[in-house]
């Protein structure tokens, strides 16, 4: 069986949205009907998360950590447990493409990397256009990036237990996870072929993440900063 494993922190405006995505990566004709689940792990949720996430067809599990290596590992955790042969990885804001897991897959490789777009701005208000054209001008969204995202990130099970799976890290959990992969000499394919869109939102929930990159871009001259890794 194939798995999903998406680390959830009061996501109730996304996870809805983001659950039956990868539902229905799971159920792509390409899959050739290969069982696959949807966990969902909720971290310290005091909102509709996981009634929202449960409603759209995923599992859940719960812990009370608030960081998010702790929670990426937990649903991973679960998904071995129940017998997956390859764990993708994506975030609760995040919509993956119909054909994200069967393109992970089609790479055969050991693990992928994948790029991630966005496709609203608006949440920045007047400063969407300026935050828009810095994206689009210092992120490498093409086949060889070195862009490393949980929101888009793929492993056979076999060597995700072999370099010890996400350490309990609070941020950049899934850049330690990778590196921990190269080291090994696991095959990794860095491709902008696996598809997902992911939220722009104002509000970082990890130093040294998507968002946060975001709002440094914000903050710094124009030109100064450089894309999200």
């Known amino acids: 069986m194939l798995g999903i494993a998406i680390p959830a922190h009061n996501e109730e405006e996304h996870i809805a949205a983001a659950v039956a995505a990868a539902m229905a990566a799971g159920r792509h004709a390409s899959l050739a009907g290969e069982p696959c689940e949807v966990v969902v792990a909720l971290d310290a949720c005091t909102d509709a998360t996981g009634v929202l996430a449960r409603a759209a067809g995923a599992r859940t599990v719960e812990v009370d950590a608030r960081n998010v290596g702790v929670a990426r590992a937990l649903a991973a955790q679960a998904l071995i447990e129940a017998g997956a042969r390859w764990l993708a990885f994506t975030d609760a804001d995040t919509r993956v493409a119909p054909d994200w897991l069967a ?77 921990a992969l190269e080291r090994s000499g696991a095959r990794i394919a860095w491709s902008a072929r696996p598809r997902v869109m992911t939220s722009a939102r104002r509000q970082a929930r990890a130093v040294g993440g998507f968002a946060d990159a975001l709002l440094q871009a914000l903050a710094a001259p124009a030109g100064a900063v450089a894309a999200a890794a």
């Open 103 to 179: 393109d992970q897959l089609a790479l055969d490789a050991d693990a992928v990397c994948g790029c991630v777009g966005v496709d609203d701005w608006s949440c920045h208000g007047v400063d969407a256009e300026r935050l828009h054209a810095h994206f689009l001008a210092t992120y490498n969204d093409r086949d060889d990036h070195r862009h490393i995202h949980g929101a888009n990130l793929g492993v056979s099970t076999a060597l995700y237990l072999k370099v010890g799976g996400f350490k309990h890290l609070a941020c950049s959990e899934d850049v330690d996870l990778v590196h």
